[in-house]
């Protein structure tokens, strides 16, 4: 079953969290991941939507071998990542075709350790009065955690456009993870018969 990420946040500024601050967040990721886990339970497994949704998006894209390189002291291949032509019938696809860059896959492990993405043209939003990015990318890296599961170590974005055709934004973000630690959560319920 797949996963979801809940981000646990130590300190900010480079300040670690006071004791009492560091116990309210930690109150907030479990409350969130029970939030998830009882939603999973109660919709059921959504692994196979996961998969079929992935297998469309990529289908979306003409993935090319470029090299080989090392990353992080691990063999990967580079693969060169852009859109198709074409419109597509994928959820999504207007933003998609937009989208092109560079991913390295670790050879052993078949896995994604690196990703840089940027937009190749202006992805507009309710017809470019909404909102219009001119500029974005994004570079996500991968750490492989103790019990040999990918996740995300590091993601830096950048965008530039403007809001409701008058206002405009440049923004820079770059989230760090580290630590990794599996949670299990399990909570059970006992009726109180009504008096």
Known sequence: MLGRPVRRQV???????????????DRRVEKRAREIRTKRETAGPDEAEAERRLAEVLSR?????VRREDVDGRAAVLLAVSPQPGKRDI????????IAGQVWVDEGESHVVRAELHTTSSIKVGLGVVAKVSEAEARVAFAKAADDTWLQSRIETRGKGRVMLLKGFHVRSTLT??????FEVETSETPKPSP
């Open 177 to 182: 993870y580290g630590r990794f630690r599996r």
């Open 61 to 65: 894209y003409d993935l090319r071998a």
């Open 91 to 98: 959820e999504g696809d207007k933003y998609l075709r937009s």
């Open 11 to 25: 300190s900010q500024d480079g300040v670690p969290f006071t004791a009492k601050r560091q116990a309210d967040e």
